[in-house]
């Protein structure tokens, strides 16, 4: 009997301490989404919370009463939002441009890669034998396939992907030389990519004054990422050492 | 806002509360290292409770002083392997309490003086 009620009363604090861990993880993802928080103040405010919790959950409060208790004194996540918000100003710009720059980079390779793919296709019909119309149907067919196939991995593995890029943009954050280049050279290979199929497709279709004129296209079009490279790679600069002053 | 409806008369209002939280924050480190928590607890205690602050709301500050370099701060684990930032005064940070304290002592004695008459009995 008195095994059942010491077991019975480890059940209980197991669960309290699953659910407070449970309560504080929520709380927390709440504050990560306000996006006026780094990783860091995050940590911080957690730690905080702990241990107001544990001195509350020694005067004999269970773990989510406490937690309650706890969460008021910290503050409303409104007032800790704008307050947080005031000394952060910087890092919040930061992250609102770096996501502005992620998907501008997934944009770009998703259509980018899709023309690639309808100028092979067209590519593959020449040679399959397919003639006017029916190659334009066939490339056509190609890229919206490309472009659906692309959207339905968004749509299935939206959620997947989407703390991916969140990973990638605290880590961008860290890393702001390195995206910089990152970012620069994904463009303009998507550019190149591009480009160089559709010289391909046209030298080897026959219109080859054309594919020649193309080349110096295709050489711009490259060209035209590098242009942003200085002004890209000096503002990440700023940034980086600004953020690691804060 | 919810701060308001926290205040009972004889807490202090919200202006001093403001204005004199990096004083109160230098004069505990003069004590000794300290993290937020810590920090939060000492002030209530030395002021028997009538100095309330919203606790998230130190951090910012914390952040903003580390920032003017008054604080260091430094990432530790604590003795129950907790992650915990611990916070120091600086040179510059000793500098500015003691102007911030010449300030304070001012206007303390100035009301002090003022207020003599009136507490003494007649």
């Known amino acids: ?57 020694r005067a004999g409060l269970s773990g989510v009463e406490a937690f309650i208790i706890a969460g008021r004194r910290l503050g409303t996540a409104g007032g800790l939002t704008t307050e947080f918000a005031k000394v952060n100003r910087h890092e919040i710009w930061l992250t609102r441009v770096l996501w502005m720059v992620g998907g501008v980079t997934v944009a770009v390779t998703v259509a980018k890669l899709s023309s690639a793919m309808a100028n092979l296709a067209m590519l593959a019909g020449t040679q399959l034998g397919l003639k006017a119309s029916a190659l334009g149907w066939f490339a056509l067919g190609t890229q919206w396939a490309v472009m659906l196939g692309m959207m339905a991995v968004g749509w299935f593995g939206g959620e997947r992907l989407f703390h991916r890029l969140s990973a990638a943009v605290v880590q961008a954050r860290a890393h702001s030389f390195l995206t910089a280049v990152v970012v620069l050279v994904a463009l303009t290979l998507a550019t190149g990519i591009t480009l160089g199929s559709e010289y391909l497709t ?45 | 806002m919810h701060n308001a409806a926290m205040y009972q008369p004889h807490m202090l209002s919200k202006e001093l509360v403001a204005a004199s939280t990096v004083p109160l924050v230098l004069s505990v480190l003069t004590e000794g290292e300290s993290y937020g928590y810590a920090l939060i607890s000492r002030v209530r205690e030395l002021s028997s409770g009538q100095i309330e602050w919203s606790e998230g709301m130190l951090y910012p500050v914390l952040h903003w002083m580390e920032k003017e370099g008054l604080v260091e701060a430094e ?22 309490l003691a ?24």
């Open chain 1, 202 to 246: 046209l030298n080897l279709v026959g219109h080859s004054e054309v594919s020649s004129a193309l080349i110096y296209r295709s050489v711009s079009g490259m060209l035209m990422p590098l242009v942003f490279w200085p002004v890209v790679v000096f503002w990440l600069l700023r940034c980086r050492t600004r953020v690691s002053v804060g």
């Open chain 2, 99 to 122: 102007d911030e304290k010449d300030q304070w002592l001012a206007v303390h004695t100035t009301l002090s003086r003022l207020w003599k008459p009136q507490t003494k009995p007649a």
């Open chain 2, 75 to 96: 990432w530790r684990e604590s003795e129950a392997g907790r992650k915990r930032k611990y916070y120091r005064i600086s040179r510059s940070g000793r500098r500015a």
């Open chain 1, 1 to 57: 009997m008195a095994g059942g009620a010491h077991n019975l009363e480890q059940t209980m604090e197991t669960s309290d301490e699953t659910g407070l861990n449970e309560v504080i993880g929520r709380w927390r993802a709440g504050l990560a989404n306000t996006g006026t928080m780094r990783p860091t103040d995050l940590d911080e405010l957690e730690a905080h919370l702990r241990d107001s919790v544990a001195e509350l959950m």
